[in-house]
């Protein structure tokens, strides 16, 4: 699962629209769907504050792993 696939399934998991998302980060509508389309990509201080949000780590975030590799 690619980073913009995977923002657009946490969003939908969380019952959020793309204009409440958009609210919650401070950007446009548009960004958000920019961000799920893989056009752009969000900061990395966008990326934190979703983490936040959604209540998990950055890893899960951005590549989709619950679970640290192990060395």
């Given at each position: 699962m690619n980073l913009g696939e995977q923002l657009k399934s946490l969003?939908?998991?969380?019952?959020?629209?793309r204009e409440k998302l958009a609210q919650k980060m401070i950007v446009?509508?548009?960004t958000v769907f920019k961000w799920e389309k893989n056009?752009?990509?969000p900061t990395l201080?966008?990326?934190v504050?979703?983490?936040e949000?959604?209540?998990i780590t950055l890893d899960e975030l951005v590549?989709?792993?619950r679970t640290?590799?192990?060395s």
């Open positions: 969003r939908e998991q969380h019952n959020m629209s446009s509508r548009q056009k752009a990509y201080d966008n990326l504050k979703m983490s949000l959604y209540q590549k989709g792993e640290f590799p192990k």
